[in-house]
Structures are given as C-alpha cells and as structure tokens.
T-cell receptor
Framework: SQQGEEDPQALSIQEGENATMNCSYK?????LQWYRQNSGRGLVHLIL?????REKHSGRLRVTLDTSKKSSSLLITASRAADTASYFC??????????FGKGTTLSVSS | EAGVAQSPRYKIIEKRQSVAFWCNPI?????LYWYQQILGQGPKLLIQ????????DSQLPKDRFSAERLKGVDSTLKIQPAKLEDSAVYLC???????????FGQGTRLTVV
C-alpha cells in the first residue's frame, strides 16, 4: 500500500516561476525524503528531512515538514526546463522501507 | 562512489516464461530493496533485505516472485512464470542505514507479451 499522496498530480509552469508540491502521509515517520525521476530513468535523491526538523534547504529546493498534519511540501524556486520530471515523496518509519506516493509530474516550459 | 548497478536494462519475454534481474548495491550498504514501478505510479516495495536476511516481503507475490541476497551483497529477483501485469520497471535501491537516503539503480524495464 502507498503511504503518501502527492498533490497536485500534475503541474505546468513557465521557466522562472516557483513550483510547490505537497505530500501527505498516514503514520508517524522517522524521516521523509523527496526524489526526482526523469522519464525512463531511476530515482534521484533530492533531500531528506527528519521528523524533528521543520524546514530544510538545498540549493533551489526548500522542504517543510509538519508532523502534526502529517504533511510535507517541496518548493522549487526559479524553475528551469531541466526541472521537468516526476517528483515523489517517500516516508520512512524507523527500520522500515521507504513508502512512496504516486508522484507529481512537473512540466516547465521555456 | 559507484552507484547501484542493475542489469539488464531492458527485457522482453513472453508470458509464462521466467526472468531474473540482478542488483549490485553500493559497497557497505547493508539495506537493499526491490521495488516495482508500473507506468504512471510510484514505486511499490517488493522486498527489503538487511544484510542477507529478509526484513519485509509482505508485498512480494511469493507464488511467482522470489529474491535472494547471497553473502549480503548482490541480489537477484526472479519471476516465474511471468504474467502480462508484471510489465513494469524493477528498481533496486540500497542505503547505509535505515535513517539515511536511499540510492536507486537505473532499473530494469520488463515487458511481458
């Protein structure tokens, strides 16, 4: 079964705009991770946020975590055409496998 | 640091045939996963290994799927016999501990005809 649900399922924006994707999960977690997947390729790890953290930055990426609402968001600032991909959140309880949501497909047009 | 290696990249087989996938995780990573990703969906866990022991195989269709991790390093996933609905990308991932990021291989795209 899938633990997380991303929202929206699809997002289309222009280059330079910001993209925000949301993720909700069902049970308590140890950490939550975001991944990117280009068409036909493997998943690339973007960022990991632990349950005791509320916000984390990495380059143009900003991730927030609200454990009381069991939700997380991924913000990509100043998007580029190369950001076009599917984005997945994966929640992780201690010692267990990553459980993925269905993903958000982001299209950035130039 | 070398990444997770998987082979083959692509495989086309007829239904009822058997197929095997191979994965070599990042050196030193004790935890290894196999995921199935059907087109348009997120990856679904099939099995989790810790060294050479199975931690979670609750979603592995054991009547046709099997997996092993000999000596706690490389792993193979086998399907026998294959069904049309097994068409998917099979992803292998490894991580150092249960609290770190997972690294994924490029996957094996299986088409069952």
């Amino acid at each position: 079964s899938q633990q997380g649900e991303e929202d929206p399922q699809a997002l289309s924006i222009q280059e330079g705009e910001n993209a925000t994707m949301n993720c909700s999960y069902k049970t308590s977690i140890n950490n939550l991770q975001w991944y990117r997947q280009n068409s036909g390729r493997g998943l690339v790890h973007l960022i990991l946020i632990r349950s005791n953290e509320r916000e984390k930055h990495s380059g143009r990426l900003r991730v927030t975590l609200d454990t009381s609402k069991k939700s997380s968001s991924l913000l990509i600032t100043a998007s580029r055409a190369a950001d076009t991909a599917s984005y997945f959140c994966a929640s992780n309880q201690a010692g267990t496998a990553l459980i993925f949501g269905k993903g958000t497909t982001l299209s950035v047009s130039s | 640091e070398a990444g997770v290696a998987q082979s083959p990249r692509y495989k086309i087989i007829e239904k009822r045939q058997s197929v095997a996938f191979w994965c070599n995780p990042i050196s030193g990573h004790a935890t290894l996963y196999w995921y199935q990703q059907i087109l348009g969906q997120g990856p679904k866990l099939l099995i989790q290994f810790q060294n050479n022991g199975v931690v979670d195989d609750s979603q592995l269709p054991k009547d046709r799927f099997s997996a092993e991790r000999l000596k706690g390093v490389d792993s193979t996933l086998k399907i026998q016999p294959a069904k049309l609905e097994d068409s998917a990308v099979y992803l292998c991932a490894s991580r150092l501990t249960a609290d770190t990021e997972a690294f994924f291989g490029q996957g094996t795209r299986l088409t069952v005809v």
